[in-house]
């Protein structure tokens, strides 16, 4: 069986976001699936994907400042800057983290690690929505 469906996020602030929720409510049919995976794609070139720690916040905003030190605004080199300072590092921090995940799908669930959850990872100061396209297949 394959499925396909569109996922929308709400405008998030700049960040690291846990949108494990966001992605189960909008996909009642992964109940359906005793073996399978999901594929999500981003539609977006200034924000991405990642699984990393669910339970301590302290994770998501380290590693905003990882980020914002390893890839800094204002860099003199940059020429992509028509929508602000934070433009191209947006666009660098979405190649460097991707704009997809495959997660397996085992009776029913996404089978994530206990420790492990889905980030919507916010590169923009000043972003909306963000589309997500989920594919499953799975029996």
């Not at 700049?14 to 999500?40: A, E, K, V």
């Not at 997809?100 to 919507?120: D, F, K, V």
Request: glycine share 6%; charged share 15%.
């Amino acid at each position: 069986m394959w499925l396909q469906h569109q996922i929308s996020i709400q405008a998030k602030t700049r960040g690291f976001h846990l949108i494990d929720n966001d992605i189960t409510q909008q996909l009642p049919q992964l109940q359906n699936i005793d073996s399978g995976l999901l594929h999500l794609f981003l539609q977006h070139t200034s924000a991405s994907l990642t699984i990393n720690e669910n339970a301590d916040p302290t994770v998501r905003a380290d590693l905003e400042q990882h980020f914002n030190t390893f890839v800094p605004e204002n860099a003199p080199y940059y020429q992509h800057d028509y929508e602000g300072p934070d433009d191209m590092p947006a666009h660098i921090k979405s190649s460097i983290l991707g704009c997809q995940l495959t997660i397996p799908i085992s009776n029913g669930q996404l089978a994530l690690g206990i420790w492990q959850g889905i980030y919507l990872c916010e590169h923009r100061n000043h972003a909306g929505s963000r589309r997500i396209i989920a594919t499953i297949h799975g029996e």
